[in-house]
């Protein structure tokens, strides 16, 4: 469905479905796991399922949502290309205006799955990594890697270990270490770690649970190792974390509350 974004708050909330703004007019900024992203005209924004968020409540009114069902975007849909969470859409944003307004009547007439599941493509697909990264061999490492992200979001609070990621999606640490340095920069621990940091930082954002409880459900047995693992990726404590992310009292909750 297509709807106006409600009005802004500082609570932190968590999407349940993927989630696509177009700016069209005013100034803001969109925090997408604790990255802000200043908005203006003629951007889209991207928020996937499990992502957190929030509008900058200084910002005026300037974006339009789509709203797109988990089952509509498949991990398929992204085959062969890296989408970004932001992007300044250009000279192709009347291209992409024009996809955005058919997606937005395909979701309300609730036209057919695989119609409406090619017209997200086209329009993801908007936010790609382009530049030197359009040859088959990037595409292929592409695919790996986003095989690669998928197993450590399934799997990052059990295991942390490349070899065992790199068996499962029929890579060798090798092979995996080369493309994940080739798309992204970093090294399989890296993203892993990275992975582990980011879910601890959702958790703390959008819970009420006690650190503790955090640390145990991503599986540190100790809660003072899970601190120093947090302080070690993030640069703070988890307590400090909190009380910078909620200054004025924690508001939980999931999509747009």
């Known amino acids: 469905m297509t709807s106006s974004l409600p009005p802004a708050t500082t ?3 968590q999407a349940e479905a993927h989630l696509v703004f177009l700016t069209a007019t005013g100034v803001g900024s969109q925090m997408i796991d604790f990255v802000d992203y200043p908005l203006r005209p003629g951007q889209l924004v991207h928020v996937q399922p499990g992502q957190v968020h929030r509008r900058d409540p200084r910002g005026t009114d300037y974006t339009t949502t789509l709203r797109i069902a988990v089952e509509l975007c498949p991990d398929e849909l992204f085959a062969g290309f890296v989408p970004r969470p932001h992007v300044d859409l250009g000279p ?3 291209v992409a205006n024009a996809i955005f ?3 937005s009547k395909q979701l309300n007439q609730s036209a057919p799955l695989p119609l409406v599941a090619a017209t997200a493509k086209q329009l993801l697909s908007q936010l790609a990594v382009t530049g030197d990264h359009n040859s088959v061999g990037y595409s292929q490492q592409a695919d790996l890697v986003r095989l690669f992200r998928r197993a450590v979001d399934t799997d990052c609070a059990l ?3 490349v070899a065992s990621y790199a068996q499962a999606i029929g890579s060798s640490p090798r092979t995996l270490n080369r493309a994940t340095v080739a798309v992204t920069g970093l090294s399989p621990k890296d993203i892993i770690d990275a992975r582990v940091a980011l879910e601890a930082q959702r958790k703390l954002a959008v819970s009420p649970a006690s650190i503790a409880t955090v640390a145990m459900t991503l599986g540190f047995g100790e809660p003072s190792n899970f601190s120093k ?9 988890p307590t400090t974390f909190r009380e910078q992310l909620e200054p004025t009292g924690a508001n939980y ?3 747009w509350g």
């Open 101 to 103: 307004v058919q997606l």
């Open 229 to 237: 693992f947090f302080v070690r990726l993030t640069g703070i404590t």
């Open 159 to 161: 295991e942390r270990r």
């Open 253 to 255: 909750g999931s999509e």
């Open 11 to 13: 609570s932190i909330k």
């Open 92 to 94: 192709n944003q009347p």
